[in-house]
């Protein structure tokens, strides 16, 4: 039996199996012959060639669908999401991840805003056997039959708490959390999460899922970009130019940094207040996590707006796999021991 922890965002699907990670953009497009294979060109050595075939579809996904197809799907549309592309990312992953055949515990999550309405919808998606074929950069197919036996659903942002308080044997390593309240904040590409663990109990007055993610300053930019430049610029493909400062559209470089300040400084402003208002009644929290990518590249904005005792965002590890950490951490603490954690849901 192998743990597997599997966090499906809407920027990016992140998975772990305790020894190897990966991580890839949450874009799904049709698989297209490539003449020349990528790596004949240049060694890119960092960007995975993931191609998969699952129910009789082939598809390119995350950075080589964004690169080579001709088309691209991408959604923030959390139904359409559930239907079209939590299944296809979720084996893709577990297809990189884990030998075929061997039974998978999963762990994976949903924002606290859908957990309720897709909790079972979503477990019933990915138990079960399901055949996917895999085919490497130099064209070699292999097909693997993916078979999970149990999945456990938990609120996304619980993940980053799993993964402060559990260590790598999924036992408790931090006894402070557990007695504590803690607040977590989780800003991802589409949805900020927010969350209150009491003792280990889940708040649900103080948890809550906006649209205050990374996608609302993305559109802001794209839309200025559109009007000088008029390219639709999608807004997966701006990671890499706001973290550089600027980016170039035909030949044209177009500064970000000032736009990019202000779009965040305005971001972080809108979570420091709907965290205001929804822990209005919560001032005995005693930790706030800030956790998530987008967590991580506000940082700089956001903590210095929220009140109480923050624990500062961790730079030297990616935000963006906290929650799958704890995912991951969490199916050690509950299978590998066979005790049950007292995660009320
Ligand atoms: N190295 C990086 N590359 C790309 N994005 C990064 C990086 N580091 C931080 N980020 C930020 O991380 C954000 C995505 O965070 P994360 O993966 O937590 O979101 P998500 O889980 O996909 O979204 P959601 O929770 O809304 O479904 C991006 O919007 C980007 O701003
Ligand atoms: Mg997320």
Redesign the pocket.
């Known amino acids: 039996m192998e743990i597997l922890g599997i966090?499906i965002?809407?920027?990016?699907t992140?998975a772990t199996n305790g020894e190897n990670s990966l991580i890839f953009k949450?874009v799904l497009g049709d698989a297209t012959d490539i003449q020349f294979s990528d790596s004949a060109l240049a060694d890119s050595g960092e960007e995975e060639h993931l191609q998969v075939e699952i129910d009789g579809n082939s598809y390119f996904v995350g950075e080589l669908a964004e690169r080579q197809s001709s088309e691209r799907y991408f959604t923030l549309d959390q139904t359409q999401f559930v239907d079209r592309f939590i299944k296809n990312l979720a084996l893709t992953a577990a297809a990189r991840l884990v030998k075929s055949h061997i039974p998978i515990n999963l762990v994976t999550g949903l924002?606290i805003g859908y957990y309720r309405e897709h909790k079972e919808e979503l477990a019933k998606i990915l138990v079960g056997e399901h055949k996917v074929v895999i085919t490497s950069a130099n064209g070699d197919s292999e097909e693997k039959t993916i078979n999970i036996n149990r999945a456990r659903i938990i609120p996304?942002p619980w993940g980053s708490l799993f993964n402060l308080m559990l260590n790598d044997v999924g036992e408790m390593k931090d006894k402070r959390l557990v007695k504590e309240k803690i607040g977590v904040i989780?800003?991802?590409?589409?949805?900020s999460?927010y969350s209150i663990s009491d003792k280990m109990r889940y708040s649900e007055r103080g948890s809550r899922t906006t649209e205050s993610?990374?996608?609302r300053a993305?559109n802001v930019i794209a839309t200025k970009l559109r009007e000088k430049s008029g390219v639709n610029v999608e807004l997966y493909r701006l990671?890499d130019a706001?973290?550089e400062g600027y980016i170039k559209i035909r030949g044209e470089k177009f500064d970000l940094k000032s736009l990019t300040k202000q779009v965040f400084s305005q971001l972080a402003t809108s979570v420091a207040n709907e965290v205001d208002r929804l822990w209005v009644d919560d001032w005995d929290i005693d930790t706030v996590i800030v956790s998530?990518?987008?967590g991580?590249?506000l940082a700089e904005y956001l903590q210095p707006l929220l009140k109480g005792n923050v624990t500062p965002v961790d730079k030297s590890s990616?935000?963006?796999m906290n929650?799958v950490t704890g995912y991951w951490k969490f199916g050690k603490h509950v299978w590998a021991k066979g005790v049950m954690p007292s995660l009320k849901d």
Request: hydrophobic share 30%; no cysteine; glycine share 22%.
């Open positions: 966090d965002g809407f920027g990016f992140k949450s924002p996304q989780d800003v991802g590409f589409r949805t999460d993610g990374i996608a993305f990671y706001v973290d998530g990518g987008g991580s590249v990616d935000a963006r929650n």
